[in-house]
């Protein structure tokens, strides 16, 4: 399946010479984790979804678009879990699998297919992580639906998501931005809208907290820095993208939120 920011078909192989070349080491996970991770805030915003919740052995989480499977590798570290990193990009999913397999973590499955469309049986998955994935899912209610159907009565959704902070200011948004080079891939709604969409589907908010202003600092330094050369990037406007995102969030324009729902099926 293609997408539209994925262009780079070398990947993992890009990916270890660039870690190489920071002097990280692909292989230990721990390293790793400054290289893989495809969403604001990098490791450090992915240990603080770890820390708000706990995983038993005997229980699954599942990654929706879960990119190389970046979080999934620091949450294995952690917990001694099942792990599906789902993604739609069958590229992102062979990078991942290749990377997870050269780390020796054996408890993550990689599968392609949609978030919408989850291959997975009803009352299976504990925790489902949702970590920038929903602006980039059009049918945000059939998500919503196929999270509550392979969730365990009591499932956990943990996300760390984009929000426009006011529909009437979608059009001033320019792009590309990190999750597409076009409008026509981008399906933001509002945080409001996001949360009373969770409830019509039984899911209550146990946990909230604004990490836009983590998610600027995050960006500016990375631009103050000019390190645009990380191979995920590759084929893309980096530069163009971090410009346009950290003018979103000056302006207000976009806000992102980490937080806890809790189904009640
Ligand atoms: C911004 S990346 C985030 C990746 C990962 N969650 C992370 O934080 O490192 C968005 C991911 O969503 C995936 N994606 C987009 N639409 C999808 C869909 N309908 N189903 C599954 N994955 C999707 C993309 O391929 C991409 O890997």
Redesign the pocket.
Known sequence: MK?S??YNQNLFEDLIEFVKSKKGDPKNPESLCHF????AGGFRA?INLLNLIDIKENQILL??????G??ARILATKFRCKIIN????LN?CITGKKLSKLCNIENIFFIN????QIPLKNNLISHI?L???NM??KDKDTLLEECKRVSTNDGIIVF?EWFIKDNLNIDKLKYPL??SDNPEFSYLITYKDFLERASKYGYEILHTEDDSLVALKFYKKIYEERNFSNPIFSKRNPEQIFENIISALESNLLEVYTGILKLNK
């Open positions: 997408t920011w994925d893989d991770q495809i969403h992915t990654d929706l678009g879960g990119g190389i970046g979080s789902l993604d739609y990009s992102y297919g949609d978030a919408t992580l970590q920038h994935l980039n899912i760390h990190p999750w």
